[in-house]
């Protein structure tokens, strides 16, 4: 895999900065500052996502000669950069997306946070910003949850959506690798990713711009793979689609949906019903989530489960012959969000719901894995991948 | 090709922000706040490129129901911006790279610039980002170089090198094309981009990462085109190459290099003298000096001059057999950089400089375009290309 190769390749460039000499991480220096003024909560109905935010954030502070300095947690409020700092120039930018969960009892729970910290160290050595010690940043997370845990809320299908960020904070303009680093936590209550709900959404099958390439960066999370999203999702937009859907090749092979990984259960050319996402070939996000479905399908062991190549005429034909039984896209925002309608080439393909019931949004096994993994945030199936903080 | 695909594009889908009610870039408008305290100037062999900043910048707001509000030209200063805006995140960002020269006169003048707003609209429209008036942004710089000119260094090979920037400023976390952003341009003396000055640098070829690919984003200068760019920069740097040399496909077409345009000027494989650089095909970033350079070779008329595709292993053959003559990297902030070696491979390919001087750092035509083109900049040969503000 390339992110294994280029991980290595940073690590040995940076051996020095692992040397005694300079700091890492550290959060029992955490420097606590609490908010004189807290906020008012927003009702859960009224939650837009991504638009509020707690009282407070992590921050902590990297240079080249020291490491880590002390982190912090402290009331939110606006960076003060200069404007030849080098995120605004080159996006030295990385981010993760989490959430914290409210069980029952009160605990806050996290959802396979290991796995958040871990990809975001990969994304920054993608792109020559610092590594950190996740365990430390996940004491920090817990920290702060608690402190901010009125924003969590209690209701399922909410939650405190983490946004874990690193930037570079050098102020130059010359292209180098940053000096100076600053990474930050916010977090904000938030409910279901779509305006509409748990309801099954509409993709338009981008075939103008491709988004990742072997050997380029579509598998780090960062800034720089989103911003060239953004015209293509308008564009489906304006044909009333919620996120377009990425190919990559002449022949038109599935990648991933704007925000989600991409999953189809199917009959297959040898009809068995089998559960197909593409594969990690370097050019599509590692996503917790998806993990997380194919996991839960091989223990299930109800069909098989593949990760593959298929491309969209393979697809087209397999919906026109009724071989298509469900289709779903799969991320922390969203967390599994079916999928009714795929337009590809000027053409609304129909996928199948459930066949059993025709009010609802969504077929028996996308429900299922949703249903699954909620369990598992919320506390109510007992679980290793939930982390109570 | 693609720029104008997207352009055409995105204009259909901002029709609207074109309309009466919204207001465009105005530089009548500006409002003029001078700085109490006037920083000390640095000496031109002390500069730094990209580390010094003038005494003013010029900012400008956007919103999608407003448009542009009234441009200013404030004391350079911080920006404050909450940690949840898009930038951060998403990397809503393009800049442009420009420069203004002193003539003998005393005039201040800029290089082209018509071209640098043009190609800044197509980065704007590639990630969704508002359009502006090319035009009425120029004359607010001729404003802020004439109110900053004590900074344009009047020796030749210095200049002061502007940076216009937007970021997409939406405090929001949702993966939306921004409805705030904000324009600003800043300003820094400098001189040669490269330490060694005009000394032929050594290339690595990066076989390992891809910088662009078709129906990417290669054409746009986005800065989420850059920071995927930090590693092989620094594996090129630990290999004691100055910058690496970008190829595409299995085939390793050349492309172009770190920071520049890429030319060569050989004998082809008709014998011909024949100046080639790759052509525009939407993931090479169209150069100011790189359109500079094939104009000017058209127009001395002594060689051919052609864009057109040309691999590594083409160029290693060429140079063994000693056709290859001059190879040279173009670039607003270097002009015109010779280089003498391109590590391919795990080898060494030795690239000629002055057949006639062996103490000179280029070759005698890489010289003739960074004279001519200083020429012009500095106002000491009359051509259209250079505009007195």
Redesign the interface.
Known sequence: MFST??LR??FT?NSKRFSSTISGLDASKVKVTKSQVLKPLVANKDL????T?TDH?ITADWNEEKGWLAPEIRP?E???????TV???????C?EGMKAYKDKKGNIRLFRPDMNMARMNRST????LPQFDGDELLKLIGEYTKMDSRWIPNERGYSL?L?P?M??TQ????????SNAKL?V?G?PVGP?YKTGFAAIKLMATT???RA?????GDAK??????????P???AA?RGSQQNLWLFGDDHQLTEV??MNLFLLWKNESNELELVTPPLDGSILPGVTRDSILSLAREWNEFKVTERKLTMPELREAIKQGRVKEVFGAGTACIVSPIKTIEYLGEDLAIPLDPYDSTSQAGPYTKRFSDEIMDIQYGDKESPWSVVV
Chains 1, 2 share one sequence.
Request: aromatic letters at 18%.
């Open positions: 190769h280029y390749k940073a460039l837009v996502f991504g638009h935010f954030m939110y606006n960076l003060s950069l200069a404007p030849s995120v605004f120039h080159y996006a030295s930018e981010f050595a993608r792109i020559a959506y946004r960020t930037i570079g102020e130059a303009l010359g292209v180098n690798p940053p930050f916010i904000c990713y103008e711009y491709v390439w072997p050997r380029g960066t960062i800034g720089g793979n989103y911003a060239p999203g953004l015209l999702q308008r564009l304006a704007g925000a």
